[in-house]
């Protein structure tokens, strides 16, 4: 399954912390609105979350990514993925509203 965590810009390590969200690697990819251009780094890196804007970084402000293994990428089967984490263009409330969307 792959990952969707929200993490603040501060974060250096994942000890402690725990992805918000689970689900189907297409799944994943439609609720955050992901491309494969969205891709930040491997999977056992941790992505830079500096903005380069002083104002944002002082805000703690949050990133929602995902993580996606190899095996996720091979049973979805479109060679533009590639294994690792994706920063979402969405907000927090932006992929909330899109989770709640979801046919049940």
Same mark, same amino acid.
Not at 34 to 51: G, M, Q, S
């Given at each position: 399954m792959a990952e969707v965590w929200f993490i603040s810009i501060d %974060?250096?390590? =994942? !000890? /402690?912390? #725990?992805?918000?969200?689970? /689900?189907?690697?297409? !799944?994943?990819? !439609? +609720?955050?609105?992901?491309? *494969?251009? &969205?891709?930040?780094?491997? *999977? #056992?890196? =941790?992505?830079? +979350?500096? %903005? /380069? &804007?002083p104002l944002i970084d002082d805000s703690g402000y949050i990133y929602v990514l995902m993580r996606a293994t190899g095996e996720e990428i091979e049973e979805f089967g479109d060679n533009r993925w590639k294994p690792g984490w994706y920063k979402s263009p969405l907000t927090i409330v932006g992929f909330e509203k899109n989770l709640r969307k979801k046919p049940g």
């Open positions: %974060t250096r390590s =994942l !000890e /402690g912390l #725990e992805p918000r969200h689970e /689900g189907s690697f297409i !799944e994943c990819v !439609e +609720f955050l609105e992901l491309r *494969p251009d &969205n891709w930040e780094c491997e *999977p #056992e890196a =941790l992505p830079d +979350f500096k %903005t /380069g &804007n």
